[in-house]
């Protein structure tokens, strides 16, 4: 007997299309519909048909950067990882999806696009969401190194030099704060922007401007404002810090200098009042020049973004203003005091931590524009309490769209490699991925402007449920119910659910095991379900504390070992699903279907797998 269970789980099967499509229909159908373009109208994001927009989904790399490395090192297929990953994304209700764009993978040093395997990747990424109907946030410079530097210097060390990677894009040349307001770079991202987008996918041919999924652009990830510190004379023999190394430096440096010399000329006055009307003329003519690119690429409407740094300042919301800017960008991202670099954060009170964002966003932040979270995270923890408090605040906050950081790609998430002190993935981390599910759901019907519960113990509200213990999300409507551990019957909606996504037992379902499962009624009286394997870590999956501010980033997954392990032992279920009579249970495998014998008390012993289950009187 061969199962079909790994080629499933992990590559997905050619001769299981018409199983999978029935859990992506299903999925599809759970989730609002939305159709693009997408405008700000009186201070809503809305489609074209004027619906409220309200999308929540993932950060996904795996064209670039740490995620395209591993995969590469396990020797797996992008595509096929790609393709499983979505069809996960599907069963969780993604339907949208953040990417910054590692420039430095596919550009020259004057911002020419240089065509390798990173876009054929990505290419294929794009064809994929978008006929899995996800919407696709662009953010076309990250300006970040990339391991792929590092490792073309470790293989080829004293024989390293700029051209055995194909690419070594423009911001290798310049500082992060030069992104705003060197020419030479300004026209390379210009340039870059308009490659970009122009490019025509190698699968349909479409440029990607023409993708109807992309929604929103925003031209940089994070960018570094000027300040006057920068413009001080350098201390002779002072090394950078980490931080400060990415500013820029030498002639660079005194260039800068230079400009704001001749601004403050030209504009006499208080010099902390006049420096920020020259750095809000530097940030409004960089936006000027970015969206100018992008919108002569692009010919067609797309919501421009951009981050909230510094919005409170007058001359910097003036600059936005002029710019023309929809929507702004913020991030969420709880931690204890030593930030990213804790090693273990779940000693941590989330709901008084997400109550302490909320109130510095309503503090610092305007309210004239909608808000997308381009990253949000627990950083260091395994808990997915903190999804569902998140999703509460992001909803006070005017949030229509929010994007977590990052999912780890199933390919390698056993190893949770790349930005390690995120780990999210439906197979490895069963429960904190329903939590970010149901996360979702809490966070689409929830009405923007709505306040956070006063309870500092749990919050809960019609329909859902989030409790820091048993570290629970739950939500019930519209026939779906969703739950990372336990529930009871006080949970359950009015009527009984069409589908279920879960870990733990429910009154509708016995289940053993730590692993998630899926139920989709496909008629009366039958339905679908995928059983998920069984997980243990068997390492730390964030490696430890790092001592070096941001160490922990990629790794070399063929030098550490995994931290997290499937296990294809088979777990009980008992089910009490709606209907009278018995159930049977048949398990598809390549070889057609096999009967699963039930116990004497109904329950069955079930592998990871998918399977049909039939109520017969």
């Not at 994929?128 to 300006?143: E, N, Q, S, Y």
């Not at 909230?308 to 929507?327: F, L, S, T």
């Not at 009286?525 to 490696?543: A, H, I, K």
Request: glycine letters at 6%; proline letters at 6%; hydrophobic letters at 40%.
């Amino acid at each position: 007997m061969r199962h079909a269970t790994r080629c499933c789980l992990i590559l997905g099967a050619a001769g299981l299309i018409s199983w999978q499509a029935a859990f992506c229909a299903a999925a599809e159908r759970a989730r609002p519909k939305f159709t693009a373009p997408f405008a700000v109208r009186d201070g809503v994001v809305r489609d074209a048909e004027g619906r409220e927009v309200r999308l929540w989904g993932v950060n996904y790399y795996v064209p670039f950067c740490h995620n395209y490395l591993n995969i590469a090192e396990v020797g797996a297929d992008h595509r096929a990882a790609i393709d499983e990953d979505l069809r996960q994304f599907q069963i969780m209700g993604v339907d949208f999806v953040r990417i910054h764009i590692y420039d430095r993978e596919i550009s020259d040093a004057q911002g020419h696009l240089t065509p390798n395997h990173h876009l054929e990747v990505f290419d294929y990424l794009l064809e994929k969401l978008d006929k899995a109907g996800i919407f696709l946030m662009l953010t076309p410079v990250v300006w970040w190194n990339t391991p792929e530097n590092q490792a073309l210097m470790d293989r080829y060390y004293a024989y390293w030099h700029v051209g055995v990677g194909g690419s070594f894009g423009f911001s290798n040349f310049y500082g992060k704060d030069e992104m705003l307001w060197n020419e030479d770079a300004l026209r390379c991202q210009q340039r870059y922007m308009g490659e970009l987008l122009s490019r025509q996918s190698a699968i349909s041919g479409r440029r990607y401007a023409e993708f109807p999924n992309l929604v929103a652009i925003e031209p940089i990830n994070e960018p570094q404002y000027i300040s006057l510190k920068m413009l001080e004379k350098p201390v002779a023999g002072q090394a950078p810090s980490q931080w400060t190394g990415s500013y820029s430096h030498g002639p660079a440096r005194d260039r800068l200098r230079q400009l704001w010399s001749e601004y403050q000329a030209a504009h006499p006055g208080d010099e902390a009042a006049v420096f920020a009307q020259f750095r809000a003329r530097i940030l409004r003519q960089y936006l000027q020049r970015m969206y100018a690119a992008i919108d002569a690429a692009m010919g067609r409407p797309y919501l421009k973004a951009h981050i909230d740094y510094a919005i409170a300042e007058a001359p910097i919301h003036a600059a936005v203003e002029a710019a023309k800017v929809d929507v702004y960008t913020t991030g969420c991202y709880p931690k204890s005091a030593r930030g990213f670099d804790s090693s273990w954060n779940d000693h941590l009170d989330f709901l008084e931590l997400i109550r302490d964002w909320d109130r510095k966003v309503a503090d610092q932040r305007r309210t004239d524009r909608p808000r997308i979270i381009y990253e949000h995270d627990a950083p260091s923890t395994l808990q997915g309490y903190p999804f569902g408090a998140m999703a509460l605040a992001f909803a006070a906050r005017h949030v229509q769209m929010a994007a977590m950081f990052t999912y780890t790609p199933t390919a390698v998430a056993a190893y949770n490699p790349g930005w390690r002190v995120h780990y999210l993935n439906l197979l490895h981390t069963s429960a904190r991925a329903v939590a970010f599910a149901a996360a979702g759901d809490i966070f689409r019907r929830t009405p923007l402007g709505t306040a956070l519960p006063d309870d500092p113990k749990r919050w809960q509200g019609e329909g859902w449920l989030v409790d820091p213990k048993p570290d629970l999300v739950a939500a019930a409507s519209d026939g779906r119910l969703l739950h990372s551990a336990k529930i009871t019957a006080k949970l359950l909606p009015a009527g009984a659910p069409n589908e279920i996504l879960a870990c733990g037992s429910s009154p509708w379902v016995t289940a053993a095991g730590n692993g998630a499962y899926h139920l989709l009624r496909a008629s009366e009286g039958q339905w679908d379900l995928e059983v998920f394997p069984n997980q243990v870590m068997v390492n730390d999956p964030f490696r430890g504390r790092a001592f070096r501010s941001m160490a922990n980033r990629y790794i070399n997954v063929n030098e550490w070992p995994v931290v997290s392990r499937l296990q294809e032992e088979s777990r009980r279920f008992l089910f009490q699903l709606p209907g009278q009579g018995r159930w049977t249970c048949t398990q598809r495998t390549i070889d057609g279907p096999e009967q699963v014998p039930a116990a004497s008390d109904g329950s069955f012993s079930l592998k990871p797998g998918r399977y049909t289950l039939t109520q017969t009187p």
